[in-house]
C-alpha cells in the first residue's frame, strides 16, 4: 500500500513537472470554465468581465491576458463570437484570460470618434477607457486568490479603439495596488491597429515588452505619425497619433524588446485577424518576451502592395 501511495506521488509530480514546461506554449487544456463578474459601476453601468479559466489546473499563480475590444468608443461588444474563440484559446495554453466592457463614452454622439469629434474629447475618451482598464486590472488583482492569478504577470491587449486603451495603459508608470511584492508592472502590451497620443510617455522605465501589429494603408488609426482618421488640419477632430511604426522606432532607441508586425497594404482590417490569422506568434510573444522577458527587437513584414497615393511609402513595401 505505502508503494502504490509513493507512485501515485510520483506521478502527480510528474505530471505538474510536464504541465509547467508546456504551459503558456501548448494546449494543455480542454475545459474552460467561463465566469462573468462586474468590476466596476460607472454612471450607473455595471462594467463586466468574462473570465476564462483552465479547468484541472493547480497553478496558483498564473499569467493573465486582459482583452479590451474595438468599436470606436462607440460600439463593440466584449463577447463577440470571434473573441470568445480568442479568448478560450488562449485560456487552453493555461492563461487566465479577462475580456472586458468599458465605458463607450462616444456611443449615441453623432460625431462619433471621427474628424467631427473635438480632438478634447477624443483625449477624454481615451483617459475613461484607461480608468477602466486600471479597474479591471485591479478588480483581478484584489482577487487574485480566487481566480489563481500572478499579479506580476498580467499582459495587456486590445484591438482598434481597445489597443488605444492598452498601448496608453500599458505605458504609464507601475501601479501602486498595495501588495507586499511591490508596484505592478504590466509585462507586456499587444496592440493591434493601435496608437498612443504622446511618445514621451515611452522612456527607459515605461517601455515595456511589445507586440504591434499594424497595415500600413490603415485609414483610420496611423501606422506611423499622421492625424486621427487622417482629419484635415482644420477639423474639430485633427490629432496626432503615433502609430505601431513609430512606437517601435522608440522601443528601438531605447533598446526596449518589441516585435513589430506590419503587413504591406492592409487597412483598419488588422485590428482584428491577428486573433485568428497570427495566433501562433501571440502566444509565442506572451511566453518568450512577456513572461521569460527576452530581450530582442523583431521585425516581421507580410509583403503586399502599398496605396502610394495617401499613405507614407514604407521601402520595404512593394510599390
Known amino acids: 500500500m505505502h508503494k502504490k501511495l509513493s507512485l501515485v506521488v510520483l506521478l502527480f509530480f510528474l505530471v505538474g513537472i510536464s504541465i509547467a ?3 503558456y506554449t501548448a494546449d494543455l487544456f480542454d475545459e474552460i470554465r467561463v465566469e462573468t463578474a462586474t468590476y466596476a459601476t460607472k454612471d450607473g453601468e455595471n462594467l463586466d468581465m468574462d473570465i476564462y479559466l483552465p479547468q484541472n489546473d493547480y497553478e496558483q499563480e ?11 468608443f462607440s460600439g463593440g461588444e466584449r463577447d463577440g463570437e470571434n473573441i470568445k474563440t480568442f479568448c478560450t484559446r488562449l485560456a487552453n495554453y493555461g492563461y487566465v484570460v479577462a475580456s472586458i466592457s468599458y ?10 470618434f471621427g474628424c467631427d469629434c473635438p480632438a478634447t474629447e477624443k483625449l477624454n475618451t481615451i483617459y475613461a477607457a484607461n480608468e477602466d482598464l486600471l479597474d479591471a486590472a485591479y478588480f483581478l488583482i484584489e482577487n487574485r486568490h480566487q481566480y489563481a492569478i500572478n499579479p506580476q504577470q ?3 491587449s486590445g484591438s482598434s479603439a481597445g489597443a488605444e486603451a492598452a498601448l496608453y495603459t500599458a505605458y504609464q508608470p507601475p501601479y501602486c495596488y498595495g501588495l507586499d511584492s511591490g508596484p505592478v508592472s504590466f509585462v507586456g502590451v499587444i496592440g493591434m491597429a493601435g496608437a498612443i497620443p504622446d511618445t514621451t510617455a515611452l522612456y527607459d522605465e515605461s517601455a515595456i515588452p511589445s507586440l504591434l501589429f499594424h497595415g500600413t494603408d490603415d485609414n483610420l488609426v496611423p501606422y506611423g505619425t499622421a492625424p486621427h482618421h487622417y482629419c484635415d488640419e482644420d477639423a474639430k477632430g485633427y ?24 503587413t504591406c497594404g492592409a487597412g483598419h482590417e488588422i485590428n482584428i485577424t491577428p486573433i485568428t490569422d497570427y495566433f501562433d506568434e501571440i502566444i509565442e510573444f506572451c511566453k518568450d518576451f512577456a513572461i521569460d522577458k527576452k530581450d530582442e527587437q523583431r521585425e516581421t513584414i507580410i509583403e503586399g502592395k502599398q496605396n502610394t497615393d495617401k499613405y507614407t511609402t514604407y521601402n520595404f513595401c512593394s510599390e
Not at 62 to 72: E, F, K, P, S
Not at 103 to 112: A, D, F, W
Not at 239 to 262: C, N, R, V
Open 21 to 23: 514546461q508546456e504551459r
Open 239 to 262: 490629432w496626432l497619433l503615433h502609430g505601431s511604426y513609430t512606437i517601435a522606432e522608440k522601443m528601438e532607441q531605447l533598446d526596449a524588446p518589441y516585435w513589430l508586425h506590419t
Open 103 to 112: 465605458r463607450l463614452t462616444r456611443k449615441g454622439k453623432p460625431e462619433g
Open 154 to 156: 498580467i499582459i495587456l
Open 62 to 72: 498564473r499569467a493573465t491576458i486582459i482583452y479590451v475590444h474595438g468599436g470606436g
